[in-house]
């Protein structure tokens, strides 16, 4: 039988959709509606610290330091003593910033000056802000605070114990964390305020991963004083307890969604590592899909509600973004434990240097541009960004 | 009826008792965790179900709960003398991201239950759970609980008190061998024993 052209035709087209809808994976590289190129700045006039910081703080948002004809926005000034900046958009001239600093350090100068900087080109700056971390002693460790840069970082604790996960109480001055300073992990709410802190998980099995829900009344946490390992939601104070799940698979570090309505957590769904989800007043557990990536863990969920974070295992531990609904997942940079800025694109996580020693380190994800939080010394890891 | 259609109606119901018996396999690729009924019906006759009870005044327990007893909240060391020395030689061992306790470790579950059924009856013991490096460190802190407790549903099932064990997850925070080798790795991931006598 002679085939006719058309019908041939028709067959090719059938078999190349075929072909493609057989291979749909969909290798995108970066991650669509989160991929930018940084934006260029020219930064001169200032020196020592005050540079420093500057160029520290551009880069870990999203801008790249270039020569003036390359550059979008010129920021200029100097810093002796008191910082003065001027910042002007370089092609409709205008000026964004024309000031002088005074009070407090020139390293807060510093900050302020490229926030008004961001503020002016409608951006939320960063300068101002706070992370809480786990420094690691060798056998024990202790809960630091410190400005987001590794500024003026103190302790928070003394329990020459084992401590882990500090999570900060959202718009308070307060954190959640694990210490195992009477024997057993249990979680600690601590008021900085005051200095005091109370037990509000002091149950017998483990006490694990805090999570204070965006309006700070109620935390999250994985405990397993049932005889399983399990995901409860109480107030803050600990009390009003509800367990949320009951299998004998795992769970572990939940964090909410922004809305308080969700609690996202690493989980298991058909014996495979999952990112869940679950309503925070309880029912069933749904999977948020990573397509590509396996093995996810210590979600963090970004406050604008789009992003989730997390750490993925797959050889070495990978710093990963993914849709919140699920969806295609992104590698972004060798790294875990990642915690989002208040502006949904700063990320800190730690690193593993060459030495085994662990780095803090900041990551900007749509620009994957990264710097190292080189004012923290030691080893430290776990570090929660306040929000 | 005559004996033979009652022979042939008994055929088909031993046929049908062997069809309906064997409904209840187990699904393929279901690890049974001892101690843990399998994710369809629970087996009431299993002796690892005997003597389990759903607290009626706890809405949220799952029927296969065997709750933590609350005396181990805490201050452990305070309420306890550790002995850590007593069953350090029956040290459990771990795969890789498994809490499965394997053929050859149950010969030391089995001599810690021995050791518990007939130690005094004031004599509890802490099931310490751990961890390799190859985790993030939480999620290592939840598999150590759960390795913990994977012992303590075995040593349950071969007769201690629920109420006489308590765990404790390490994560890898106090790995016995910090080398880059697969044997630190398997070394690390472990339960320990630690017998508690009242102080």
């Given at each position: 039988?002679?085939?006719?052209?058309?019908?041939?035709?028709?067959?090719?087209?059938?078999?190349a959709?075929?072909a493609?809808?057989?291979?749909?994976?969909?290798?995108?590289?970066?991650?669509?509606?989160?991929?930018?190129?940084?934006?260029?700045?020219?930064?001169?006039?200032?020196?020592?610290?005050?540079d420093?910081?500057?160029?520290?703080?551009?880069?870990?948002?999203?801008?790249?330091?270039?020569p003036?004809?390359?550059?979008?926005?010129?920021?200029?000034?100097?810093?002796?003593?008191?910082?003065t900046?001027?910042a002007?958009?370089?092609f409709n001239?205008s000026?964004?910033?024309?000031?002088?600093?005074?009070g407090?350090?020139?390293r807060?100068?510093?900050?302020?000056?490229v926030?008004?900087?961001?503020?002016?080109?409608g951006?939320?700056?960063?300068?101002?802000?706070?992370?809480?971390?786990?420094?690691?002693?060798?056998?024990?460790?202790?809960?630091?605070?410190?400005?987001?840069?590794g500024?003026?970082?103190?302790?928070?604790?003394?329990?020459?114990?084992?401590?882990?996960?500090?999570?900060?109480?959202?718009?308070?001055l307060?954190?959640?964390?694990t210490?195992?300073?009477?024997?057993?992990?249990?979680?600690y709410?601590?008021?900085?305020?005051?200095g005091?802190?109370?037990a509000?998980?002091?149950?017998?099995?483990?006490?694990?991963s805090?999570?204070?829900?965006?309006?700070?009344?109620?935390?999250?946490?994985?405990?397993?004083?049932?005889?399983?390992?399990?995901?409860?939601?109480a107030?803050?104070?600990?009390?009003d307890?509800?367990r949320?799940?009951t299998?004998?698979?795992?769970?572990?570090?939940?964090?909410?969604?922004?809305?308080?309505?969700?609690?996202?957590?690493?989980g298991?769904?058909s014996?495979?590592?999952?990112?869940?989800?679950?309503?925070?007043s309880?029912?069933?557990?749904?999977?948020?899909?990573?397509s590509?990536i396996?093995?996810?863990?210590e979600?963090?969920?970004?406050?604008?509600?789009?992003?989730?974070?997390?750490?993925?295992?797959?050889?070495g531990?990978?710093?990963?973004?993914?849709?919140?609904?699920?969806?295609?997942a992104?590698?972004?940079?060798?790294?875990?434990?990642?915690?989002?800025?208040?502006?949904?694109?700063?990320?800190?996580y730690?690193?593993?240097?060459?030495?085994?020693?662990?780095?803090?380190?900041?990551l900007?994800?749509?620009?994957k541009?990264t710097?190292d939080?080189?004012r923290?010394?030691?080893?430290n890891?776990q570090?929660?960004?306040?929000? | 009826?005559?004996?033979?259609?009652?022979?042939?109606?008994?055929?088909?119901?031993v046929?049908?008792?062997?069809?309906?018996?064997?409904?209840?396999?187990?699904?393929?690729?279901?690890?049974?965790?001892?101690?843990?009924?399998?994710?369809n019906?629970?087996?009431?006759?299993?002796?690892?179900?005997s003597?389990?009870?759903k607290?009626?005044e706890?809405?949220?327990?799952?029927?296969?709960?065997?709750?933590?007893?609350?005396?181990?909240g805490?201050?452990?060391?305070?309420?306890?003398?550790?002995?850590?020395a007593?069953?350090?030689?029956d040290?459990v061992?771990?795969?890789?991201?498994s809490?499965?306790?394997?053929?050859?470790?149950?010969?030391?579950?089995e001599?810690?239950?021995?050791?518990?059924?007939?130690a005094?009856?004031?004599?509890?013991v802490?099931?310490?759970?751990?961890?390799?490096?190859?985790?993030t460190e939480?999620?290592?802190?939840?598999?150590g609980e759960?390795?913990?407790?994977?012992?303590r549903e075995?040593?349950?099932?071969?007769g201690?008190?629920?109420q006489?064990?308590?765990?404790?997850s390490?994560?890898?925070?106090?790995?016995?061998?910090?080398?880059?080798?697969?044997?630190?790795?398997?070394?690390?991931?472990?339960?320990?024993?630690?017998?508690?006598?009242p102080?």
């Amino acid at each position: 039988m002679k085939l006719k052209p058309s019908f041939i035709v028709f067959a090719a087209l059938l078999v190349a959709l075929m072909a493609s809808a057989a291979d749909k994976i969909v290798v995108t590289g970066v991650t669509d509606g989160l991929s930018e190129p940084p934006v260029p700045v020219s930064i001169s006039g200032f020196s020592g610290e005050a540079d420093e910081v500057i160029r520290f703080d551009l880069t870990v948002q999203g801008f790249t330091n270039v020569p003036p004809d390359a550059a979008q926005y010129l920021l200029s000034g100097s810093a002796n003593g008191n910082l003065t900046g001027r910042a002007q958009d370089k092609f409709n001239k205008s000026s964004l910033v024309n000031k002088s600093y005074t009070g407090a350090s020139l390293r807060r100068q510093a900050h302020a000056f490229v926030d008004d900087f961001l503020a002016a080109i409608g951006r939320k700056g960063i300068g101002g802000t706070k992370i809480a971390f786990k420094k690691d002693n060798g056998q024990t460790g202790e809960i630091y605070i410190s400005d987001f840069d590794g500024g003026g970082a103190q302790a928070i604790t003394t329990d020459n114990a084992i401590v882990a996960a500090p999570e900060w109480v959202p718009h308070k001055l307060a954190l959640f964390y694990t210490s195992y300073k009477r024997g057993n992990p249990d979680i600690y709410l601590h008021d900085l305020s005051t200095g005091e802190r109370k037990a509000v998980a002091p149950y017998p099995g483990s006490n694990m991963s805090p999570a204070p829900s965006p309006d700070g009344r109620k935390v999250a946490m994985i405990l397993s004083k049932s005889g399983s390992v399990d995901l409860y939601v109480a107030d803050a104070d600990g009390s009003d307890l509800k367990r949320l799940t009951t299998s004998k698979d795992d769970e572990s570090s939940p964090c909410w969604s922004p809305d308080g309505k969700w609690i996202c957590f690493a989980g298991k769904v058909s014996e495979r590592r999952s990112l869940c989800k679950v309503s925070a007043s309880g029912g069933a557990i749904q999977r948020i899909s990573t397509s590509g990536i396996s093995n996810p863990s210590e979600p963090d969920w970004s406050p604008d509600r789009k992003w989730i974070v997390f750490t993925s295992q797959m050889g070495g531990f990978d710093i990963c973004v993914v849709p919140a609904a699920g969806g295609t997942a992104t590698v972004l940079v060798s790294g875990e434990d990642p915690s989002w800025g208040p502006n949904s694109r700063t990320v800190v996580y730690a690193r593993r240097s060459q030495n085994g020693r662990r780095v803090l380190s900041l990551l900007d994800v749509p620009t994957k541009q990264t710097k190292d939080i080189s004012r923290i010394s030691g080893s430290n890891s776990q570090p929660s960004w306040a929000k | 009826m005559n004996a033979s259609k009652l022979t042939y109606l008994m055929a088909i119901a031993v046929a049908l008792t062997f069809v309906a018996g064997g409904c209840k396999k187990k699904p393929v690729g279901v690890t049974n965790l001892p101690g843990y009924a399998n994710k369809n019906v629970p087996d009431p006759n299993a002796a690892e179900n005997s003597g389990r009870l759903k607290p009626v005044e706890d809405p949220n327990a799952s029927p296969i709960d065997r709750p933590l007893n609350p005396d181990f909240g805490g201050n452990l060391e305070e309420k306890f003398n550790l002995d850590r020395a007593t069953l350090q030689a029956d040290t459990v061992h771990f795969d890789y991201d498994s809490v499965a306790i394997r053929g050859n470790e149950k010969p030391h579950v089995e001599a810690v239950a021995s050791y518990m059924k007939s130690a005094p009856a004031n004599v509890a013991v802490l099931v310490e759970g751990h961890c390799d490096e190859r985790g993030t460190e939480e999620y290592n802190r939840a598999l150590g609980e759960r390795r913990a407790l994977a012992i303590r549903e075995a040593l349950i099932a071969s007769g201690v008190d629920s109420q006489k064990i308590a765990t404790r997850s390490y994560g890898k925070d106090r790995k016995l061998d910090l080398g880059p080798s697969e044997a630190a790795h398997a070394r690390n991931r472990r339960g320990e024993f630690v017998v508690l006598t009242p102080k």
